[in-house]
């Protein structure tokens, strides 16, 4: 029995805060429960949204995918709550241009889904270069002034819990690198 309570309180624990709980009855009560709350918003729903938000580059669209207090962990060590945090982190991406986004969903069950995305943009800025640049903590690009922007590629899993028709959490493990010129007509 210890085995299956241990299970259960790492299930819990994936994305939201206090959801933990060693009472396997507490926590298999909504095990595979489809009710309405839920029934709004699955995983293929919320990638949809999330493509169009970052393709349309469009932070009002990006912040209306979560619940008022939706968290977005956009790495393991950062989180944006609330609408207000989530487009003010956003507005990045109005510093891309020809974004292409696709995405496979690797997991769903009523009220949570894992997907592997992918996605390429054009930098269009120097702001978003170093940016970037810092984020990596690498040097893998050495640019001299003047020189063009690269196009970025992005691959990473999402994984995402629903409540009340939105996203309640959002937690992204992702990497980048500039795009190879051999690989750019291929994007």
């Known amino acids: 029995m210890a085995a299956h309570q241990a299970r259960a309180t790492v299930r819990s624990t994936i994305c939201g805060a206090g959801l933990a709980s060693s009472d396997p009855a507490r926590l298999n009560s909504n095990a595979g429960r489809h009710n309405s709350e839920n029934a709004a918003v699955d995983i293929e729903q919320f990638m949809q949204g999330y493509k169009a938000a970052w393709e349309g580059r469009d932070d009002e669209m990006f912040a209306r995918l979560f619940l008022p207090e939706g968290r977005y962990h956009n790495t393991p060590f950062a989180v944006q709550i609330g609408h207000v945090q989530l487009r003010e982190y956003w507005n990045r991406v109005k510093l891309q241009e020809d974004v292409n986004l696709t995405y496979r969903v690797l997991s769903a069950t009523p009220g949570a889904g894992i997907a592997h995305w992918h996605v390429t943009y054009q930098v269009a800025s120097e702001e ?15 640019r001299k002034p003047g020189d063009p922007l690269p196009r970025m590629v992005l691959d990473g899993v999402l994984q995402a819990e ?16 500039p795009q190879p010129a051999s690989a750019q007509g291929a994007s």
């Open 128 to 142: 978003l270069f170093q940016i970037w640049a810092r984020s990596t903590g690498t040097n893998l690009v050495s």
């Open 162 to 177: 629903f409540q009340a028709g939105k996203c309640s959490c959002c937690r992204l493990w992702w990497h980048s690198m």
